[in-house]
């Protein structure tokens, strides 16, 4: 897909990407290792809008999350200062991001691109050996069981270990009034379909993003776009996708595929 890098055109369809920073067996995470190639980049498409996308790096920390996200889709949005010398960011567009994609890594397999988050069942510790907070007694009696991809994020050579749930948590204060499951929405089988016409085969939606950082993310960044939805006219889409580790699918041709979803979404807004 041809694209230049240069700063954000006037009018373009503005994309903020996210990857996680490390955690784990990983010095550097796949997903930032992809995402970081899009800097700056500018997409055409068969639409007459450019696309421009802006990159940026969230800590795999609970805490980091939650002051993060609302300033992404605060208007003008709000960025932290960047970890990455090398990758400033473009100027927020004052309206706020069209889309807010976050990227980050899973077990071997297919990309998944999420549908939905979750409000509740963070039981694992962040990269700094923390926890999510835990949430008052409003919490719903019983959190989900563990999922294949819940145990898929505890089996991970090398990962935090902890001990087993004691308390509900997840998402409490400033959260009350949001659901247990937000979900995207972006068409994720219409995307899925034109990205696999493109010719990428390992491509499936999913409704289980782990129960981790990434899934966290995902119903926190979801959950701030719907709390926009009150004082702006038109919030930020979002969108989660999770990708395997470099060895089976490397950063270039992951960046080539964010690529193809970024266009696909942005031509259908």
């Given at each position: ?228 939805a009150s004082t702006c006219d038109k919030p930020s889409k979002v969108l989660f996708l999770h990708c395997p580790p470099v060895d089976e ?21």
């Open positions: 897909m041809p694209a230049v890098y240069i700063a954000a055109p006037e009018g373009a369809y503005r994309v903020l990407i996210t990857g996680f920073g490390p955690f784990g067996t990983y010095e550097e995470n796949p997903s930032w290792l992809a995402v970081q190639k899009l800097h700056n980049c500018v997409l055409g498409t068969d639409s007459s809008r450019q696309m421009h996308i802006t990159v940026l790096e969230i800590p795999t920390v609970y805490t980091s999350v939650l002051s993060i996200l609302p300033g992404l889709h605060a208007r003008p949005p709000v960025l932290p200062p960047s970890t990455h010398p090398e990758f400033p960011p473009a100027s927020p567009p004052k309206d706020g991001y069209d889309l807010v994609f976050h990227v980050g890594v899973a077990s071997r397999g297919s990309i998944r691109v999420e549908k939905l988050g979750h409000k509740y069942g963070y039981d694992l510790p962040d990269a700094e050996g923390k926890q999510a907070p835990v949430v008052a007694a409003s919490a719903p009696k019983e959190v989900p069981a563990d999922s294949d991809a819940a145990r898929a994020e505890r089996e991970r050579p090398g990962e935090i270990g902890g001990a087993g749930p004691t308390r509900i948590r997840g998402f409490g204060k400033g959260y009350e009034a949001f659901p247990e499951e937000i979900h995207t929405l972006i068409d994720v089988e219409t995307l899925i379909n034109n990205v696999k016409s493109l010719g990428v085969e390992r491509i499936v939606a999913s409704t289980d993003a782990g129960h981790y950082l990434c899934d966290f993310t995902y119903y926190c960044s979801l959950a701030e776009s719907q709390r926009s699918l490397c950063s270039e041709d992951l960046a080539e595929i964010l690529k193809k979803v970024v266009a696909w979404v942005g031509s259908n807004a």
